[in-house]
């Protein structure tokens, strides 16, 4: 049987940050025999250290230079790549006679054109898929698809129209709405990572399969962490530099409000509530890992009970530091489609999680659902310290914890029945 060829765009591929593992960890559980995947991603920081995941499959990663539509992009190359969402032939036109260079979906695309030509003379199948964000993903995967006719699947790490994660206004508002049903026009699966997301498509896209593709954890991530000594010496020796003998550990790991800022008010709710509710000579301490923004650390210092702030790690030992942890701190503001990455990866790691959140959302359903761990709203923090200090005791009803289905291998599993049905029907 021919082999079936994903075309991945996904800029954060090689980034080694939460957004890289979502078709990272997904592909390379896909069948060898029944596929063959082309990812086209960006240039990784140079100081960033690439894992390459072994795997039967074959799969080739293009890192391409280039800026997307974002804060980094001048006005005139955010203008481009939005013209080419509705002017489908312009980024082939640009790529063929000269392009601005330091557009990335056009050498995405330039890549991705030659290979489908291939493929498809070959008898074989393909499929466009972008991963949004950013934007350009989206733009470069329905451009390849309308141009060949070929199945096309959209996925959203974040909405673009529902509770978008940038800058508000009417003006903006319409544009990402428009932006939004022309990269969608061709694509024949919508996959989004939680309830809220899907829905939404669901009721403004009824003529649209879609489907809630979470994020998930990788297996092979953490029974890699067994034999890395290096990673496990440098987690021991964090832990004694900076946690107290005995102490209880509550880790936090990664960004809090740079993406969604009401997640940042969420944090000042628990530093108040911690200040209140537990005594200075408490055997707790709290260790955040990861770039925070300058106010919350403002907020941090604020903090009358033992605190660690570490900078930035490197993936494989912030998993390690999460498996040392007694609980894992999440932070959520007030959105319904929170789900954030680091989740997942707190669920493989063991420890309980303590989820404090301004509303109910996709993240507090899945703790709810898997049984790893707690929810304290900041209204119920609010009405007194005795809820916060329940929620810190030690918990002893963990029989009913099951993470099996955030699993990537069984995530790989549902992927491959969705492109199935769209490619083989």
Same mark, same amino acid.
């Given at each position: 049987?021919?082999?079936?060829?994903?075309?991945?765009?996904?800029?954060?591929?090689?980034?080694?940050?939460?957004?890289?593992?979502?078709?990272?960890?997904?592909?390379?559980?896909?069948?060898?025999?029944?596929?063959?995947?082309?990812?086209?991603?960006?240039?990784?920081?140079?100081?960033?250290?690439?894992?390459?995941?072994?795997?039967?499959?074959?799969?080739?990663?293009?890192?391409?230079?280039?800026?997307?539509?974002?804060?980094?992009?001048?006005?005139?190359?955010?203008?481009?790549?939005?013209?080419?969402?509705?002017?489908?032939?312009?980024?082939?036109?640009?790529?063929?006679?000269?392009?601005?260079?330091?557009?990335?979906?056009?050498?995405?695309?330039?890549?991705?054109?030659?290979?489908?030509?291939?493929?498809?003379?070959?008898?074989?199948?393909?499929?466009?898929?972008?991963?949004?964000?950013?934007?350009?993903?989206?733009?470069?995967?329905?451009?390849?698809?309308?141009?060949?006719?070929?199945?096309?699947?959209?996925?959203?790490?974040?909405?673009?129209?529902?509770?978008?994660?940038?800058?508000?206004?009417?003006?903006?508002?319409?544009?990402?709405?428009?932006?939004?049903?022309?990269?969608?026009?061709?694509?024949?699966?919508?996959?989004?990572?939680?309830?809220?997301?899907?829905?939404?498509?669901?009721?403004?896209?009824?003529?649209?399969?879609?489907?809630?593709?979470?994020?998930?954890?990788?297996? %092979?991530?953490? *029974?890699?962490? =067994?034999?890395?000594?290096?990673?496990?010496?440098? #987690? @021991?020796? +964090? !832990? &004694?530099?900076?946690?107290?003998?005995?102490?209880?550990?509550?880790?936090?790991?990664?960004?809090?409000?740079?993406?969604?800022?009401?997640?940042?008010?969420?944090?000042?709710?628990?530093?108040?509530?911690?200040?209140?509710?537990?005594?200075?000579?408490?055997?707790?301490?709290?260790?955040?890992?990861?770039?925070?923004?300058?106010?919350?650390?403002?907020?941090?210092?604020?903090?009358?009970?033992?605190?660690?702030?570490?900078?930035?790690?490197?993936?494989?030992?912030?998993?390690?530091?999460?498996?040392?942890?007694?609980?894992?701190?999440?932070?959520?503001?007030?959105?319904?489609?929170?789900?954030?990455?680091?989740?997942?990866?707190?669920? %493989?790691?063991? *420890?309980?999680? =303590?989820?404090?959140?301004?509303?109910?959302?996709? #993240? @507090?359903? +899945? !703790? &709810?659902?898997?049984?790893?761990?707690?929810?304290?709203?900041?209204?119920?923090?609010?009405?007194?310290?005795?809820?916060?200090?329940?929620?810190?005791?030690?918990?002893?009803?963990?029989?009913?914890?099951?993470?099996?289905?955030?699993?990537?291998?069984?995530?790989?599993?549902?992927?491959?029945?969705?492109?199935?049905?769209?490619?083989?029907?």
């Amino acid at each position: 049987m021919k082999r079936i060829n994903l075309f991945v765009f996904a800029t954060h591929h090689l980034s080694n940050n939460v957004a890289a593992q979502r078709f990272k960890g997904l592909l390379k559980y896909l069948d060898p025999a029944k596929y063959r995947v082309f990812v086209f991603t960006r240039e990784p920081a140079s100081r960033a250290h690439v894992i390459n995941a072994s795997s039967a499959l074959e799969v080739t990663v293009f890192p391409l230079s280039g800026h997307c539509v974002g804060s980094e992009s001048s006005a005139s190359s955010s203008l481009f790549a939005l013209a080419a969402a509705f002017i489908r032939p312009l980024p082939f036109m640009f790529s063929k006679y000269g392009a601005p260079q330091r557009a990335w979906f056009v050498s995405a695309l330039a890549q991705a054109d030659r290979l489908c030509r291939e493929k498809l003379a070959a008898g074989e199948r393909c499929v466009a898929i972008g991963t949004y964000s950013p934007i350009d993903a989206l733009i470069a995967a329905a451009s390849l698809a309308n141009r060949y006719g070929i199945d096309c699947l959209q996925d959203f790490r974040d909405g673009l129209v529902f509770e978008p994660l940038g800058k508000s206004g009417w003006l903006r508002s319409t544009l990402r709405k428009l932006i939004e049903r022309r990269v969608l026009a061709v694509s024949g699966l919508i996959t989004s990572v939680s309830g809220p997301l899907v829905e939404d498509f669901r009721r403004r896209y009824p003529g649209k399969t879609t489907q809630v593709l979470p994020n998930g954890y990788d297996p %092979a991530d953490f *029974a890699a962490l =067994l034999d890395d000594a290096d990673s496990e010496e440098r #987690a @021991t020796a +964090i !832990l &004694a530099r900076h946690v107290p003998a005995n102490a209880m550990l509550i880790g936090h790991f990664g960004r809090i409000g740079a993406s969604d800022a009401s997640a940042s008010v969420t944090l000042e709710n628990f530093i108040e509530a911690m200040n209140e509710s537990i005594p200075p000579s408490a055997t707790i301490h709290v260790m955040f890992v990861g770039e925070l923004t300058p106010s919350e650390r403002t907020s941090i210092k604020r903090a009358n009970f033992s605190i660690s702030l570490l900078e930035p790690v490197e993936r494989r030992l912030a998993l390690q530091l999460m498996k040392r942890c007694d609980k894992l701190l999440l932070l959520t503001g007030s959105r319904a489609s929170c789900a954030t990455g680091k989740l997942f990866e707190y669920l %493989a790691a063991g *420890a309980d999680v =303590l989820c404090i959140s301004a509303v109910h959302n996709a #993240a @507090t359903d +899945i !703790l &709810a659902e898997t049984g790893a761990g707690q929810t304290l709203l900041t209204g119920e923090i609010a009405a007194g310290s005795n809820a916060l200090r329940k929620v810190l005791s030690p918990r002893v009803d963990r029989a009913g914890r099951d993470i099996r289905a955030y699993s990537k291998v069984e995530q790989a599993g549902m992927l491959d029945s969705w492109i199935s049905q769209m490619v083989l029907t």
